[in-house]
């Protein structure tokens, strides 16, 4: 009978855990955000960026959520130097001003274990905007190389980059953006 009580206060013990909130840290070697956008309906053109550093908080029991990301805006890479430079000129992110982007949010939406939106604020150029993520993928489970907890989502959403006084260009090269967002992190 000792035995079971003692198995039933283990279990009851180990669920508690499970409901606390887990806390991830980017690994900022597979978490590159990247843009398209059409140029001049020639092309849709990419690029990403390299730096990359934050949290994510989820709490699966309360089906709740955070994160806190911080985006090296000067990391941009077009896949061309030069252009890089363009991209981080006054025009577009004005790296000089506003050498970083920030992503923060504490509301997730989850279907059943999995998050399916994130809503949050993005703040480029010293602009903050509301913004929907919708995660079309997300995988927690033991890294089998790292022999730690981690998490992985894919996300996307759409700007207008005029909003975030970034319109150059626009309409020839499209003022519409879609932010795709793959993310891999591990728990702290």
């Known amino acids: 009978m000792k035995k079971i009580i003692a198995l039933c206060i283990a279990a ?5 855990a499970f409901a606390a909130p887990e806390t991830y840290v980017l690994d900022t070697n597979h978490t590159k955000p990247r843009f398209e956008y059409s140029h001049f309906g020639y092309s849709t053109q990419s690029s990403r960026f390299d730096t990359v550093k934050g949290t994510i908080t989820l709490d699966r029991a309360a089906k709740t959520g955070s994160a806190d990301v911080t985006i090296d805006a000067t990391s941009v890479d077009s896949g061309y130097p030069v252009f890089n430079g363009h991209l981080q000129g006054e025009d577009f992110f004005d790296t000089a001003k506003y050498p970083t982007i920030t992503f923060k949010s504490d509301k997730f939406k989850f279907d059943g274990d999995k998050v399916v939106e994130v809503d949050g604020d993005l703040t480029i150029k010293g602009i903050t905007k509301p913004v929907t993520l919708t995660v079309t993928s997300m995988l927690c489970m033991p890294h089998p190389m790292m022999k ?18 970034m319109g150059k260009y ?5 003022d519409e953006v879609t932010l795709t967002i793959p993310v891999e992190s591990m728990k702290q």
């Open 148 to 165: 730690k907890d981690a998490c992985g989502a894919n996300a996307t959403t759409r700007i207008k980059r005029s909003e975030f006084n």
């Open 12 to 16: 009851s013990f180990s669920s508690l």
């Open 170 to 174: 626009a309409p020839y090269v499209s």
